[in-house]
């Protein structure tokens, strides 16, 4: 091996498997992506490993792995029991244990919206904040909380799902399963189910929420309903707000820097709060798709230098030892 030590964090998402290589100084010196298989668990556990072996390959000196996830984690946090947008029966599925034992390194496995909180703060929009809630806006809407500087998880890993707040009681059915939650209004999936469940004349093909937006100018129930998905998001962040005291909210995704009505809703309806929650500031995330990857980096890199360094095992440190 070559070269200082480096952390891989890998990103897997329900299209792509993201990873980036960060260097001892907190550059990237590498980053790439390669298709989700659609085939199982077992298949997506390979091209994860694959990933790793590849930088090793590389001659890359890697100090360790990190890989986001977005799902829930088991308690001992080396499987997932809830992962809904990836193929696959993972629940009782040993994803660490397999990656150790086809690359030898044993990842930190971690929420994406939480490594998405943890790279914002450390590289973005984020940096230098106290108490934060973080948000992303895509097929769901992902949430994690910081406070005192912290990115804070719990064992998990299912800290801070603003999505998941209830912004109506009995309200639509979400993912989750729950009535009435925020992603069930604002997530970029259920608003386009719920345009075309209101005969909104969507184009054949892939339809974005961006496209979804043009519309809006001119048709006034996609208008509506992109207006119903502002509120349930800005009520669920001022929710956030009231519950933690945050003073800043980063919000991440594409279509966050789409459609801007996410953004200045949650700001008129933080507004509103001002006797309670004094001025929040609310601020787009500035590190892009690569954010997940970054942050699975970084909970690598404070992962490996809190472990121990008597016979302790390495799977007794994880992050929810951290905060
Ligand atoms: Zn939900």
């Given at each position: 091996m070559t070269g200082s030590e480096c952390w891989l964090g890998i990103d897997l998402g329900g299209t792509y498997i993201k990873w980036v290589q960060l260097g001892a100084d907190g550059d990237t010196l590498a980053?790439?992506?390669?298709p989700t298989p659609m085939t199982g668990q077992a298949d997506?556990?390979?091209?994860?490993?694959?990933?790793?072996?590849?930088?090793?390959?590389?001659?890359?000196?890697?100090?360790?792995?990190?890989?986001?996830?977005?799902?829930?984690?088991?308690?001992?946090?080396?499987?997932?029991?809830?992962?809904?947008?990836?193929?696959?029966e993972w629940p009782g599925f040993p994803l660490a244990d397999t990656i150790v034992a086809r690359t030898g390194f044993?990842?930190?496995?971690?929420?994406?919206?939480?490594?998405?909180?943890?790279?914002?703060?450390?590289?973005?929009?984020?940096?230098?904040?106290?108490?934060?809630?973080?948000?992303?806006?895509?097929?769901?809407?992902?949430?994690?909380?910081?406070?005192?500087?912290?990115?804070?998880?719990?064992?998990?890993?299912?800290?801070?799902?603003v999505g998941h707040t209830t912004v109506v009681i009995d309200g639509d059915l979400c993912g989750c399963g729950s009535l009435g939650c925020v992603e069930a209004y604002a997530g970029g999936a259920a608003v386009l189910s719920r345009a075309k469940a209101r005969g909104v004349a969507l184009e054949l093909g892939v339809v974005t929420l961006a496209a979804l937006g043009r519309l809006a100018e001119s048709d006034s129930v996609a208008a509506d309903v992109l207006d119903e998905a502002y509120d349930a998001f800005a009520i669920?962040?001022?929710?956030?707000?009231?519950?933690?005291?945050?003073?800043?909210?980063?919000?991440?995704?594409?279509?966050?820097?789409?459609?801007?009505?996410?953004?200045?809703?949650?700001?008129?309806?933080?507004?509103?709060?001002?006797?309670?929650?004094?001025?929040?500031?609310?601020?787009?995330?500035?590190?892009?798709?690569?954010?997940?990857?970054?942050g699975a980096a970084v909970a690598a890199r404070i992962t490996a230098r809190h472990r121990p360094l008597s016979s302790e095992p390495a799977a007794h440190t994880t992050l929810e030892h951290l905060v």
């Open positions: 980053s790439g992506r390669r997506v556990t390979e091209a994860l490993a694959d990933v790793v072996l590849a930088r090793l390959s590389a001659g890359v000196h890697l100090a360790g792995v990190g890989i986001a996830v977005p799902g829930h984690l088991s308690e001992d946090r080396d499987s997932i029991t809830l992962l809904p947008n990836v193929p696959g044993d990842p930190v496995l971690l929420n994406d919206a939480r490594a998405f909180a943890l790279a914002e703060i450390e590289f973005g929009s984020a940096h230098g904040s106290d108490d934060v809630v973080f948000a992303t806006i895509g097929t769901g809407v992902g949430g994690a909380l910081a406070a005192r500087g912290t990115v804070v998880t719990t064992r998990r890993d299912g800290f801070g799902e669920g962040i001022a929710t956030s707000c009231a519950l933690t005291g945050a003073r800043l909210v980063v919000v991440g995704g594409a279509v966050a820097h789409e459609l801007p009505g996410y953004l200045n809703r949650s700001r008129e309806r933080l507004a509103e709060r001002l006797g309670l929650l004094g001025p929040v500031e609310v601020r787009l995330a500035q590190l892009g798709p690569r954010a997940g990857a970054l």
